[in-house]
């Protein structure tokens, strides 16, 4: 058997498997709360070794997208607990991935239709949220211009990740994710173009980690280093993300930064699905001798590049993302080489039931068509 389909110590978080559930916002939340069919979906992908929750995001100020499911009331964490219950049921394990978009945002979506807030002042371009439109109908909506945090709110939002995590505890999540990644707070702060503040979190390589590791130390005290992970995305360019001189030194300084802390993980969300440039094999050679604890990589992986992958020794473990979403089952199909259902497009993000719960298993779809041909 392949290493990918064997039991993995995730830093003493026992896993059935290396194969894990990438974070993926599905948008079925109409009140912001995970519900009942929120808890079905992740019961019947449970085969992951982990699951990732899609982004839960921590105050009303970090939403980006409607009908996401929040972390940050009571009526939330019930909502959560029944997922995580699922989950536990059918032998699985959970993080939930905590997620401020920064920038990315709107302000239908903002309190009393404040600005969003940013490292600095500039609007993402040609970037679209998902909020209400000037016809007050919901839709894809430009992201409006942010306003620069004051350095004196920055612990602010240090502190709404840290109320979140002793959420995420109560809502009984094995562990958390910071959503590093992909355009969102800490990558507006990380960016050495975007980030010009001249405070101490703009500037050095340190100044702009700043937020980031103090984050992950919070939240390191709070649960303990062991239940944490990040997700960050090298070189990622997703929401008007620029190139920046220091861009390499940038995430090995982070990397290595988080070798310092012994956490559960750092997960590297490789967006060549996105914008059609990786990661590259160069620097996650480099990364991975810059971290030196459990790592995950998502983008664009089969079964067979996942397994070489990990035999190689570039990561300990294979993320998958839509995958996920044709194939509840997936590690089933994966120990019996079943072909992979594809994933229906138009369905992703649309709020239904359909193209949600209602992917079939393996099984399921061999009784439809055996039951088809009677
Ligand atoms: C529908 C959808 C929603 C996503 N939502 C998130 C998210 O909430 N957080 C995140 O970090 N990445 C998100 N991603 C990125 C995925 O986690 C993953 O990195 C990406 O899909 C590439 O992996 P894949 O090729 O296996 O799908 C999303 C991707 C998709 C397709």
Redesign the pocket.
């Known amino acids: 058997m392949s290493q990918l389909l064997e039991k993995y110590d995730m830093n003493g978080i026992r896993l059935s498997s290396r194969v894990v559930m990438?974070?993926?916002?599905?948008c079925r939340a109409r009140t912001a709360v995970a519900d009942e069919q929120t808890a079905l979906y992740y019961r019947q992908r449970a085969g992951a070794g982990l699951i990732i929750s899609?982004?839960s995001q921590v105050s009303a100020e970090g939403t980006g997208y409607l009908y996401t499911p929040g972390i940050y009331t009571s009526e939330q964490v019930a909502g959560w607990k029944k997922v995580t219950d699922a989950v536990h049921e059918e032998g699985g394990k959970m993080f939930v991935?905590l997620?401020h978009v920064g920038r990315m945002s709107h302000v239908s979506l903002q309190k009393e239709g404040v600005a969003p807030v940013s490292s600095v002042d500039v609007a993402a371009r040609n970037s679209n949220c998902y909020a209400y439109g000037e016809n007050g109908e919901p839709g894809p909506v430009q992201a409006s211009r942010p306003r620069a945090l004051d350095t004196n709110e920055i612990p602010r939002i240090t502190a709404d990740f840290v109320s979140a995590s002793i959420r995420a505890d109560e809502a009984g999540f094995d562990g958390v994710e910071i959503?590093g990644?992909?355009g969102y707070l800490f990558e507006q702060f990380a960016n050495g173009k975007l980030n010009t503040r001249t405070d101490e979190y703009g500037g050095s390589t340190m100044n702009r980690l700043r937020l980031t590791l103090e984050t992950v130390d919070a939240l390191v005290e709070q649960l303990g280093s062991t239940r944490v992970g990040i997700?960050l995305s090298p070189f990622g360019r997703l929401y008007d993300m620029p190139a920046f001189d220091d861009e390499e030194n940038t995430w090995l300084t982070l990397g290595r930064e988080l070798s310092k802390r012994n956490l559960a993980y750092v997960h590297l969300?490789d967006q060549k699905?996105f914008i059609n440039e990786g990661i590259g094999e160069d620097f996650l050679w480099k990364f991975r001798d810059a971290y030196t604890g459990a790592l995950i990589l998502?983008?664009?992986?089969t079964q067979e590049s996942g397994e070489a992958l990990v035999e190689q020794g570039l990561c300990d473990l294979a993320?998958?993302?839509?995958?996920f979403?044709a194939n509840p089952d997936l590690v089933d199909r994966f120990r019996n080489r079943w072909p992979l259902s594809s994933v229906d497009l138009p369905t992703?993000?649309t709020g239904g039931e359909k193209g949600y719960a209602d992917y079939p298993t393996y099984q399921e779809q061999r009784e439809l068509c055996v039951e088809g041909s009677i």
């Open positions: 990438a974070p993926m916002t599905r899609e982004g991935q997620w959503h990644a992909n997700r969300s699905a998502t983008g664009c992986l993320g998958f993302g839509r995958p979403v992703l993000y």
